[in-house]
């Protein structure tokens, strides 16, 4: 999850090595299981990442809802998984889908695709699935590329959220239609045209070219591009004498400074815009740092892969069970009690009642 792909990069004309960007310490496998069709679709992804028994339903909140996640133990795909991708997405996904009686699947030499029962699942819906080596080139650029950018913004970690918000974006770099149709014509399966792989089997040594050597050449100092405030007020101080001391002779140093000090201005210039675009980029990626803290945490048992829809009913029942209020009985109401009445007493003379 944690691997960089091979960029260009913009370095100092100065530089005579190879700048190195660090990889990210996580080197944690996990298997992406895609298909694509040569006119030009693809089926929805299948994921398969590295974990014992649960699943954590916050992978699932920001996927497609055809998405699939499932795990195993060591991140790869096994002949059970397989054989689940064949009968439950990929069998149901292309069915109404086929032109004709048959399908042909193209695969590579996974021995998950090389299983009795695999093959016979395939007989029993008219599969044809002759093996053939394929790559994803293009995905893999592009998720190392996003892998790449993560890694100039300080993250030195890829885990499983990280992934799942990368590889979706990569994917739609890569999946343009033409895009898939430029991969099935450049093997030679669509249209069919074995000579686009004979061709590449021709080895053509190259001689590589040679470093541009180091000249000892120096420039005087006001010709120099200033890479500093120092360095440019300094050159303005030497420009000033010029204009002063002008001469038909100093006419050129005089251009040539002006110049430089204008390439000075246009790459501070170029600075702060990268610089605002960096900053921004941090800004951005804090802010997914927060939401991914915010995402569920809650677990589920795994007995199969498990769709973004289906993940998203379990994550809304634990919200409803969550906010369900508990009614509590209310007790039973007690007569309303009255204050005593004093008893009356009759007088034993008058026989008037007065109160005791």
């Known amino acids: 999850m944690g691997l960089c792909a091979t960029a260009k990069v913009i370095t100092g004309s100065d530089r005579y090595t190879w700048p190195k960007l660090l990889q990210p310490g996580d080197r944690e496998w996990v298997t992406a299981i895609e298909a694509v069709n040569s006119t030009g679709w693809a089926l929805p992804s299948y994921i398969i990442f590295k974990a014992k028994k ?6 699932f909140e920001d996927l497609p809802a055809n ?4 795990i195993s133990d060591n991140g790869w795909t096994t002949d059970k998984i397989g054989l689940e991708w064949l009968k439950l997405h990929f069998i149901p996904l292309t069915n109404d889908r086929s032109i004709g009686k048959y ?3 193209i695969l590579d030499g996974h021995r998950s695709h090389l299983t009795a029962e695999f093959d016979c699942i395939c007989t029993k819906n008219n599969i044809s699935p002759p093996l053939d080596v394929g790559y994803f080139a293009i995905l893999k650029r592009y998720y190392g590329q996003l892998v790449e950018q993560r890694m100039r913004l300080g993250f030195n970690h890829i885990d499983k959220f990280d992934f799942l918000t990368a590889f979706p974006k990569a994917r739609t770099m890569a999946y343009k ?12 399966l669509v249209p069919f045209n074995p000579d686009r792989v004979y061709q590449q089997l021709t080895v053509q040594l190259k001689t590589p070219t040679p470093p541009p050597s180091r000249s000892s050449d120096t ?3 006001c010709l120099q591009t200033p890479q500093n405030a120092r360095q440019f007020k300094r050159q303005m101080t030497t420009i000033g004498k010029q204009i002063s001391q002008h001469t038909e002779n100093s006419s050129e140093v005089f251009y040539k400074a002006i110049t430089q000090a204008s390439k000075a201005y246009e790459t501070t210039m170029n600075d702060l815009l ?8 941090l800004r951005t990626a804090h802010e997914k740092e927060k939401q991914k803290r915010q995402k569920s945490k809650k677990q589920v048992s795994n007995e199969q892969g498990i769709s973004t829809e289906e993940a998203q009913v379990l994550i809304q029942d ?5 906010q369900a209020v508990t009614t509590v009985p209310a007790e039973p109401e ?9 008893c009356q007493f009759r007088c034993s003379g008058c026989g008037i009642k007065e109160r005791g």
Do not use: C
């Open 54 to 59: 649960y699943m954590w339903l916050g992978w």
């Open 318 to 322: 634990q919200i409803e069970a969550s």
């Open 103 to 105: 399908q042909m699947l």
């Open 334 to 342: 007690l007569p309303v009690s009255h204050p005593p009445v004093r």
């Open 274 to 281: 990268l610089s605002r675009k960096e900053n921004h980029d």
């Open 177 to 188: 239609a033409q895009n898939i149709w430029n991969s099935f014509a450049a093997t030679g």
């Open 67 to 70: 998405w699939i996640i499932n």
């Open 219 to 221: 420039q005087p100092s």
